[in-house]
């Protein structure tokens, strides 16, 4: 695959399409950028076209004709971040997004920061127009003499570089791609001038693989692991918080978990890793969580918390609240970035959390070989997960997850978006009032345990949780939250992965935001169903400013009609105003239809959404004030 020729065709030459073949073309920059691309198996790249970004999508039909990547249009550069951000969540490869020079860079900028607070890998490639008129004020410059595109991302990206000659190509690719993928992961921009991108490749095909480049790293530190085996050795009873980051690990971490007969917790963004119905799990811990989650981590006979896989935001630390950030803690992470920020904790081990439990089970297994593993605590484990086990316990208000009553109560909407969907689905809960009830009351119908590992006794044979990076079935936005990001997130989810369904839950204020990729995801035929919660307002703003006892301003918004508007753009609308307009739904008609679906569904505005973390927070800061 170092040695694909960007102008020879792959599946297309296969089918005989000798239309995908130039051999009058040369071979241009633009072209070796996306025959790597192609080397590392992107298959989409989303964006906004213009003049100073011409060549690189001249390159990329080249590539389309010849079976390759193909583009697909955003209608707003930030959605195009987003996108890009849905499909690096949902396969597990970098998001790939572009833009023209000025204001399409610009543009770009709120979904780039997005994906660098969330820890997502993307490249980020922009325009600029030709070197030569640097300076003299071309239409749309955004160079060092004119709107600086190039400082405004420095601080939002892990590398930010201009190509400013050919023969720098490959070596700021490699740089960026390397530091986009290696902890901390995130995003990665290169700025191209127009000429630049025009200009003959200093090679013909790429001169480097660069899937053995980026391709994970294994190691970690024996003696950590050894220190850390000590430490549980001696524990009584131990917790585990499970963040985002352990996607690829996480089937590890729950027979790591099951092995030990450890109560675990997750973080919201976390949460969508693992089935709510397991038996060992005490809920979600952070903003829109469970009472259960936060006692789990109190209790006082814990002697250690392993924290997996978080940055220790506000959202996801519980407005860094002392039941986690304690001499108790063990955080174990790739990012040395979110290692510093628990100086508190007893330990840190760095490395890849899927070696780091890889580990750990194996020796859990030679012990067992001595005879000092307890088989009864395992078989008494089995027993109680061949049980039904009920989430419902740990809700704040389970009365309103049952409520008949008209508006709908948001928890009861909660409850039925996961009866009605199918075990597969792909939720994205956006930021605001939709994150806090998806996170608190959302759960699959199903009764999978996500990424387990049955265990029998001393038959049991080693599994060591291998499989590809995932997002779960439920995706947040923490840290850098903008609105209006699940409404692009599940686009790209969706082109990432068209064979399963895709639930965007998303606000009156979002929508009215973002709500334009409607077109794009009719334009590819996704089948994406956007849930709307209607209560006329910016309800975290809303709720946010009754309970701080502030005045109430700019929260308010006018009756829409959201289901007329998706029609509008081509798409199906439905209104929703009661649990009866949701019951007559054909919901597998919607998974399956080709084309996206909204449901406009008007929520009691005056529920309060489980947002004490974030009120918590904004307390302490006023007393900190004063």
Request: one cysteine or more; aromatic letters at 6%.
């Amino acid at each position: 695959m170092g040695a694909h020729n960007p102008l020879v065709t792959n599946r297309a030459s296969a089918a005989g399409d000798s239309s995908a073949i130039d051999p009058t073309h040369t071979v241009e920059v633009a072209d070796l950028l996306v025959a790597y691309l192609e080397q590392m198996g992107v298959e989409y790249v989303f964006g906004i076209p213009g003049g100073a970004i011409e060549p690189l999508y001249n390159a990329l039909a080249r590539s389309t004709r010849r079976g390759g990547i193909r583009h697909i249009l955003a209608r707003h550069e930030s959605g195009a971040a987003f996108m890009a951000d849905g499909y690096a969540r949902e396969t597990g490869k970098i998001g790939v997004c572009c833009a023209t020079s000025g204001p399409g860079a610009t543009n770009l900028i709120t979904g780039v920061s997005c994906a660098y607070g969330n820890n997502i890998p993307m490249l980020v490639i922009t325009g600029q127009p030709a070197m030569p008129s640097f300076g003299k004020n071309p239409l749309q410059e955004s160079t060092c003499t004119g709107i600086d595109t190039l400082a405004m991302l420095r601080h939002c990206t892990r590398y930010n570089s201009l190509v400013s000659h050919p023969k720098q190509i490959e070596a700021k690719l490699i740089s960026a791609l390397q530091r986009a993928v290696r902890g901390p992961k995130g995003p990665s921009h290169l700025t191209f001038p127009v000429d630049v991108f025009r200009s003959p490749s200093p090679h013909q095909t790429p001169s480097y693989d660069l899937r053995n480049l980026l391709a994970a790293s294994s190691l970690v530190d024996d003696h950590a692991i050894a220190t850390l085996r000590e430490m549980l050795s001696a524990a009584r009873h131990v917790v585990l918080l499970i963040g985002s980051g352990c996607g690829e690990a996480i089937g590890s971490i729950l027979q790591f978990a099951a092995m030990k007969g450890s109560h675990f917790v997750t973080t919201p963004d976390g949460k969508g890793l693992v089935n709510p119905r397991h038996p060992l799990f005490r809920g979600v811990f952070g903003f829109g969580g469970h009472a259960s989650a936060e006692e789990a981590l109190r209790d006082k006979s814990v002697d250690l918390i392993l924290a997996i896989g978080t940055s220790m935001g506000e959202w996801n630390s519980g407005g860094w609240c002392d039941s986690l950030l304690n001499e108790r803690l063990v955080h174990i992470d790739e990012s040395e970035e979110h290692l510093a920020l628990t100086p508190m904790a007893r330990f840190h081990i760095r490395g890849r959390i899927m070696a780091v439990f890889n580990q750990l089970i194996e020796q859990s297994c030679d012990q067992s070989k001595t005879g000092n593993f307890d088989y009864q605590h395992l078989r008494e484990l089995h027993e109680a997960e061949g049980e039904e086990w009920d989430p419902h316990h740990m809700l704040a208000e389970p009365g309103k997850f049952e409520s008949e009553a008209i508006p709908i109560k948001p928890q009861r909407l909660m409850r039925e978006l996961g009866r009605l969907f199918p075990p597969t689905t792909r939720f994205l809960a956006d930021t605001g009032n939709s994150a806090s009830w998806s996170i608190h009351y959302l759960h699959p119908a199903n009764n999978r345990r996500l990424g387990e590992r049955r265990l029998s006794g001393k038959k049991r044979k080693v599994s060591l949780g291998q499989r590809m990076t995932e997002g779960g079935w439920l995706r947040v936005m923490m840290n850098f939250a903008s609105m209006g990001w699940a409404i692009g997130g599940a686009v790209g989810t969706a082109i990432a992965n068209p064979e399963v369904p895709v639930v965007c839950i998303t606000g009156d204020g979002s929508m009215l935001m973002s709500g334009q990729e409607i077109s794009a995801a009719v334009a590819e035929k996704l089948n994406v169903i956007f849930v709307v919660l209607n209560d006329q307002s910016l309800g975290m703003v809303k709720h946010g400013q009754r309970l701080a006892g502030v005045e109430q301003i700019g929260c308010d918004l006018p009756p829409s009609d959201f289901a007329a508007l998706a029609r509008a753009l081509g798409a199906e609308g439905f209104t929703i105003r009661s649990l009866e307009d949701l019951s007559k739904l054909d919901v597998a008609g919607m998974c399956t239809r080709g084309g996206p679906t909204l449901l406009d569904v008007f929520i009691d505005p005056e529920e309060v959404p489980p947002m004490s973390v974030r009120m918590r927070v904004l307390a302490d800061n006023f007393v900190n004030e004063k």
